[in-house]
Each structure stands twice: as structure tokens, then as C-alpha cells.
């Protein structure tokens, strides 16, 4: 059993920052990416920023936004600044994970609410 716990989401103004944890506990063998996605109202859910072999980020949000790991802690973060009205959304993390018996598998977090208004 693995479970994906998000932490560090709220309410922050335009220009704002915001650090996004993502910490992974349970039967880990070994982590290969781990990932960022986010989902507004009536949209569909969007790759932000991935962390494995490369680093990649979603164009609208590359130069403001940064991921991270800290594999020794099965964690990753994201770290936002100069936030927009338009980054608002639900931010969820993904891992792949592999079992002790190294079978792979997608995890995904249950979402934290980012909301970015004055």
C-alpha cells in the first residue's frame, strides 16, 4: 500500500509564492518520476512540471515555477512564485513507484486547492 500525501496549498496573492510537498510512504522498492499536474474549474487536468530522467515544466509556468526532490525522503516539491490568477487550480502530485516485488505502478495524491486572488 502506497499513499501520496500533498501539503502547503492556500490562498496567496498575485505576485505571491507557494511551496507544494508531496511526500510518499508505504511498500516503496523505488521511485522513477514524480511529477506535478493541476486541474481549474472546467478544464482538463494539465502536466505542470515532471522530475525523472529530465526535468521538464509546463511553458506558461517555466522561470516561475521549480520541482524538486529529496529522494531520501521520498519527497517532491514545487515551488511557485509570481503567481497568477491563472495558475488557481487543484494541484495533485503523481509518482511511479515501484513494489518491493518491483512491480510498477501510478500513484496520484489527493489534490491540494491553490487559489491565487486578491
Known amino acids: 500500500q502506497v499513499q501520496l500525501v500533498e501539503s502547503g496549498g492556500g490562498l496567496v496573492q498575485p505576485g505571491g509564492s507557494l511551496r507544494l510537498s508531496c511526500a510518499a510512504s508505504?511498500?516503496?522498492?523505488?521511485?522513477?518520476?514524480m511529477s506535478w499536474y493541476r486541474q481549474a474549474p472546467g478544464k482538463q487536468r494539465e502536466m505542470v512540471a515532471i522530475?525523472?530522467?529530465?526535468?521538464k515544466y509546463k511553458d506558461s509556468v517555466a522561470g516561475r515555477f521549480t520541482i524538486s526532490r529529496d529522494n531520501a525522503k521520498n519527497t517532491v516539491y514545487l515551488e511557485m512564485s509570481n503567481l497568477l490568477p491563472e495558475d488557481t487550480a487543484v494541484y495533485y502530485c503523481?509518482?511511479?513507484?515501484?513494489?518491493?516485488?518491483?512491480?510498477?505502478?501510478?500513484?496520484w495524491g489527493q489534490g491540494t486547492q491553490v487559489t491565487v486572488s486578491s
Open positions: 503523481k509518482a511511479e513507484i515501484a513494489s518491493e516485488y518491483g512491480q510498477w505502478f501510478v500513484y
Open positions: 522530475s525523472g530522467i529530465s526535468t
Open positions: 508505504g511498500s516503496i522498492g523505488r521511485i522513477n518520476a
